[in-house]
């Protein structure tokens, strides 16, 4: 995460300030994807991994219908080409995973 953060000249502040808003900065959306591809998600052309995808749900508190949902929505997006495309991932989410 620090290494995403560092990258893209985002702190942890800039990330609780954003995580409810509309409108994604630039720098929030490619620390977004940065952390897509450091945890696999997606690969280096910015496909995505649905077996990664479906081990993260996982995790969640949610029941299976909503992982299923979740895995389901993020196999709808094709790829994330660019760190807007990371919104698309994002909003598959109830909420991001943080490590």
């Known amino acids: ?5 560092e990258e893209n ?9 954003n ?8 720098k929030i959306a490619c620390f977004r994807k940065c952390m897509m591809l450091e945890q696999g998600l997606i690969d280096a052309d910015g496909a995505i991994q649905s077996e ?15 992982r299923q949902e979740i895995v389901s ?4 997006v ?13 909003q598959c989410f109830p909420t991001w995973p943080h490590h």
Do not use: H, W
Not at 19 to 26: A, G, K, L, V
């Open 19 to 26: 995580r409810n808003s509309d409108e994604t900065p630039e």
């Open 78 to 90: 094709e790829s994330v080409q660019d760190c807007q495309d990371s919104g698309k991932v994002y």
């Open 52 to 66: 990664k995808v479906s081990e993260m749900v996982e995790i969640f508190n949610v029941s299976d219908d909503k």
């Open 73 to 76: 929505c993020v196999n709808e």
């Open 9 to 17: 000249s985002a702190t942890f502040e800039d990330l609780k300030a």
């Open 1 to 5: 995460m620090k290494k995403c953060l």
